[in-house]
């Protein structure tokens, strides 16, 4: 199975906004949901937002009413919308599908997209 590819992420200012896109490679198991998550340094790997293929979405609190998240499931490709960016949203940022209940729970985690907040 082939890593997910990421992309969009840059350095921006405290208040700026980024877009990041990424496509999931098509496997043998059914995509139920596609999420983005991300790592800080010196800290776990923490989900961020995912959407699933009915476009059910959820948001962590710290995310909510500045992320958002859509999906093009005929592209198995997932996008995040990224406003209000905060210092602390610097992160490396990842993508990755639940293949659950028929499939895993992650398929393979590909290189990321770093997201620099900073003045």
């Known amino acids: 199975q082939v890593q997910p590819v990421e992309s969009g992420g840059d350095l921006v200012q405290p208040g700026g906004s980024l877009r990041l896109a990424c496509t999931i490679s098509?496997?043998?198991?059914?995509?139920?949901?596609m999420g983005w998550y991300r790592q800080a340094p010196g800290k776990q790997r923490e989900l961020v937002a995912d959407i699933g293929t009915e476009g059910d979405t959820f948001y962590s609190y710290s995310v909510k009413g500045r992320f958002t998240i859509s999906g093009d499931n005929a592209k198995n490709t997932v996008y995040l919308q990224m406003n209000s960016l905060k210092p602390e949203d610097t992160a490396v940022y990842f993508c990755?599908?639940?293949?659950?209940?028929?499939?895993?729970?992650?398929?393979?985690w590909g290189q990321g997209t770093r997201v620099t907040v900073s003045s």
């Open positions: 990755n599908a639940d293949y659950r209940p028929l499939g895993p729970r992650f398929g393979p």
């Open positions: 098509r496997s043998g198991w059914k995509i139920n949901r």
